[in-house]
């Protein structure tokens, strides 16, 4: 079997360190002839995220708050088995893992500022409507006998 193409990468310097990761396997559903029913090429991927050292505590913090419906008692699962190989749904499930992480432990968006519309803009939108409306209530037959 090839090595994994770890480390895997969160944000910056930050690692996913490998004796963190807990993996499981087992039987795929789908394609893969006679080969599917004997080989456990399924992979599901633990991580604790509640108890890891391996992330700065107020990443640790955003990401506990951001994936609190995902966490069961702490701990973030990743399934695959979308290839028929399992060393290519372990490579699919640790980047799938990473990208959640860094996803969950990015910093909060700037607040936006509040700008007020300029006047301009608004009167000559007030314009139109009202060319508009005119427009509309000259179609009607009224007046016309």
Do not use: C
Request: glycine residues 6%; hydrophobic residues 35%; proline residues 7%.
């Amino acid at each position: 079997m090839e090595p994994m193409s770890g480390p895997y990468f969160i944000r910056g310097s930050v690692v996913l360190p490998e004796a963190e990761l807990l993996w499981r396997f087992s039987r795929s559903s789908g394609p893969g002839g006679q080969h599917v029913n004997t080989s456990d090429s399924q992979v599901e991927l633990r991580f604790d995220l509640a108890r890891t050292e391996a992330l700065p505590e107020v990443w640790k913090a955003r990401a506990l708050e951001r994936l609190a419906s995902r966490l069961v008692d702490g701990v973030i699962s990743v399934r695959s088995s979308e290839h028929r190989s399992q060393w290519r749904n372990r490579e699919t499930a640790a980047v799938r893992l990473t990208s959640l992480l860094a996803e969950a432990t990015a910093p909060p968006p700037k607040p936006r500022r509040a700008t007020r519309i300029p006047r301009g803009i608004n009167e000559r939108r007030l314009r139109n409507k009202k060319a508009r409306s005119d427009t509309k209530r000259g179609r009607s037959g009224r007046g016309w006998d």
